[in-house]
């Protein structure tokens, strides 16, 4: 059974719900500039909402879960906070 939001140190992700650059900064535990280096590298998807930046939970942690998959000895996984 999947879990319709993913919990976290710093929060929790609802997983059909939308996240500014500060909330995905707080939930995930990085800083400002992390944030737009992720995003500059696609690394984390985000959409365009009346000219600012949104993150829609459920496409976030895909790509994060992705990104964990292809990291050869990550130390963390996604897969902790599930």
């Given at each position: ?36 280096t ?6 984390i ?16 942690m ?21």
């Open positions: 059974m999947q879990s319709k939001e993913i919990v976290q140190e710093g929060g929790k992700i609802g997983m059909d719900q939308l996240y500014t650059v500060d909330e995905m900064m707080h939930l995930l535990k990085v800083s400002r500039p992390k944030i737009y992720l995003m500059k590298r696609n690394e998807p985000f959409i365009m909402v009346g000219g600012q930046r949104r993150f829609v939970g459920k496409e976030v895909k790509a994060l879960r992705d990104r964990t998959k292809n990291s050869a000895g990550a130390v963390q996984t996604v897969q902790n906070y599930v």
